[in-house]
């Protein structure tokens, strides 16, 4: 180690009831005479908890990554922030096409007043479960959705955002109105 500084080298060691604990370890070696080291200072750091916050924050990610429903996040006023796969392939916008722009970008111009209500109630501190719509595509075509909306609060409990989830619910609405369509025949 001799005149060699260390910086934010992480090992791990079991500590039989505790546990294993990551640390973070930094050396500096202090030259006093002789341009010799004589001293070295060490400082260990436990970071364990970060490591498993960061890892829990990674696992989240790959979910929402991965989901086949859309997970849309918005600025209270309704611009959109994030935009995972599943909205890319339910709504056919990639990420970069709609980050930036406001929600009603999905719907028709009769269901406009329709988002200003939503953003509203979850404004207020409201929840919106399974609210069933219909969201316009980016090549035109109409499906219908069930969304889900909640408030994104900070740590004060401020609302800074808004979550959606949507699930596309048009194969079920189709064999629904199959079903009506075939109970009116035999009535």
């Not at 490591?51 to 990674?58: P, T, V, Y």
């Given at each position: 180690?001799?005149r060699?500084?260390?910086h934010?080298?992480?090992?791990s060691?079991?500590?039989?009831?505790?546990?294993?604990?990551t640390?973070?370890?930094n050396?500096?070696?202090?030259?006093?005479?002789?341009n010799e080291?004589?001293?070295?200072?060490?400082?260990f750091?436990?970071?364990?908890?970060?490591?498993?916050?960061?890892?829990?924050q990674?696992q989240?990610?790959?979910?929402?990554?991965?989901?086949?429903?859309?997970?849309?996040?918005?600025?209270?006023?309704?611009?959109?922030v994030?935009?995972?796969?599943?909205?890319?392939?339910?709504?056919?916008?990639?990420a970069?096409e709609v980050?930036?722009?406001?929600?009603?970008?999905?719907?028709?111009?009769?269901?406009?007043?329709?988002?200003?209500?939503l953003?509203n109630?979850?404004?207020?501190?409201?929840?919106?479960?399974?609210?069933?719509?219909?969201?316009?595509c980016?090549?035109?075509t109409?499906?219908n959705?069930s969304?889900?909306?909640?408030?994104i609060?900070d740590?004060?409990?401020?609302?800074?955002?808004?979550?959606?989830?949507?699930?596309d619910?048009?194969?079920?609405?189709?064999a629904?109105?199959r079903?009506?369509?075939?109970?009116?025949?035999?009535q």
């Amino acid at each position: 180690l001799k005149r060699k500084n260390i910086h934010n080298y992480e090992m791990s060691f079991s500590f039989g009831e505790l546990g294993e604990r990551t640390f973070l370890f930094n050396a500096q070696p202090t030259i006093l005479k002789d341009n010799e080291c004589n001293l070295m200072v060490l400082a260990f750091e436990d970071i364990t908890e970060r490591k498993i916050a960061e890892q829990l924050q990674s696992q989240f990610a790959a979910v929402v990554a991965s989901s086949e429903d859309a997970i849309i996040s918005k600025t209270p006023d309704g611009n959109i922030v994030s935009w995972n796969i599943g909205a890319e392939t339910i709504y056919g916008y990639k990420a970069e096409e709609v980050v930036g722009k406001h929600i009603s970008l999905l719907t028709s111009a009769e269901r406009k007043k329709e988002i200003s209500v939503l953003i509203n109630k979850i404004i207020k501190g409201e929840t919106v479960k399974h609210f069933d719509t219909i969201r316009i595509c980016k090549d035109g075509t109409a499906k219908n959705v069930s969304i889900s909306l909640s408030p994104i609060k900070d740590k004060n409990g401020k609302i800074v955002g808004i979550s959606t989830i949507a699930r596309d619910i048009t194969p079920r609405k189709k064999a629904e109105a199959r079903l009506k369509y075939l109970n009116l025949l035999l009535q």
